[in-house]
């Protein structure tokens, strides 16, 4: 599924947006299936759930605490009463020299990390609900005061998961993000076709050794694997954006033995792809 551009503004007087967002429900994943290029914090008052951030997809529950970076594709789907508390900023919203600042190199950091999406739990949690609720209280400089105190707590704390599994981990320079970037753009390109390990490290000159250490190191994950994800993914895609048959579906995103494509995506998402298809086309 194609995710759609989000447009936000904020009003003159403002250089971040607080609101609560309220709704009876969410079920059409093809309108809410979004990204924008805004920093979010997402706090999950009400409801339960799915939601689909990058890669993850699962379940939900109320009093969850996540903080996407930009533009990553997401959305949360319902047929309960929602309600949420959202916070969005974009990453100049001080002035485009406050990241370098010596002070601020944790949040540097953690937004940098943030385009996996992070799940906050403990104590961390709590003290950052407690905070956002007092963010709808304050006005002016002080709500900018009280944002910069829950940006610091996050950036500073161990309290987190990553929640998206098929990026890879923030390089530490741009060779490596290049690097890593062909061959994420090769499997993305040829998906539906032959991806071959030889293809791939011709197109970053690296020996066959020193290739998979580099895509272990960064990603947690074998080139194979990652092939895997990205035709699943692909797959997810079809499924809710059209009514091709999920025979066809199998391969035209590249599988050729149909018995291992439904093993995998049963295995990537919890659901045959037919329930897939059922549970999130209306």
């Known amino acids: ?31 809410v299936y979004h990204y924008h290029p805004e920093y ?37 789907i319902t047929p309960h009463s929602s309600e949420q508390m959202v916070v969005q900023m974009k990453e100049d919203f001080l002035g485009v020299d406050f990241l370098k600042t010596p002070e601020c190199i944790a949040l540097k950091n953690m937004l940098e990390e943030s385009y996996r999406g992070l799940q906050f739990f403990g104590e961390t949690k709590r003290k950052t609900q407690q905070k956002m609720q007092g963010l709808l209280e304050k006005k002016s ?11 610091n707590d996050l950036a ?33 390109q040829n998906f539906n076709q032959e991806v ?52 066809q579906i199998c391969f035209d995103v590249g599988y050729n033995d149909p018995s291992y494509f439904f093993k995998q995506f049963q295995k990537e998402t919890g659901f045959s792809p037919k329930v897939f298809r059922l549970n999130y086309i209306l």
């Not at 987190?160 to 890879?168: A, I, R, T, V």
């Not at 994800?229 to 895609?237: D, I, T």
């Open 1 to 31: 599924m194609k995710a759609e551009l989000e447009y936000l503004s904020n009003k003159p007087m403002n250089s971040f947006l607080v609101r609560t967002i309220e709704r009876a429900e969410r079920l059409d994943f093809k309108s």
């Open 40 to 76: 979010e914090l997402i706090w999950t008052k009400t409801s339960t759930g799915r939601r689909f951030i990058g890669s993850n997809i699962t379940e939900y529950k109320p009093g969850e605490l996540i903080f996407l970076g930009k533009n990553i594709p997401h959305c949360w």
């Open 141 to 151: 400089f002080e709500r900018l005061l009280l944002l910069l105190e829950i940006l």
């Open 156 to 188: 500073n704390s161990t309290e987190f998961e990553y929640l998206s599994n098929d990026n890879f981990d923030t390089a530490t320079n741009r060779k490596e993000i290049n690097r890593i970037q062909t061959i994420y753009n090769y499997i993305h």
């Open 196 to 247: 071959t390990l030889d293809e791939a490290i011709s197109l970053v000159n690296l020996s066959k050794s020193a290739f998979c250490k580099f895509i272990k190191r960064k990603t947690n994950k074998t080139f194979s694997q990652i092939v895997n994800q990205v035709r699943l993914q692909k797959a997810m895609n079809l499924l809710l954006e059209t009514d091709e048959p999920i025979m």
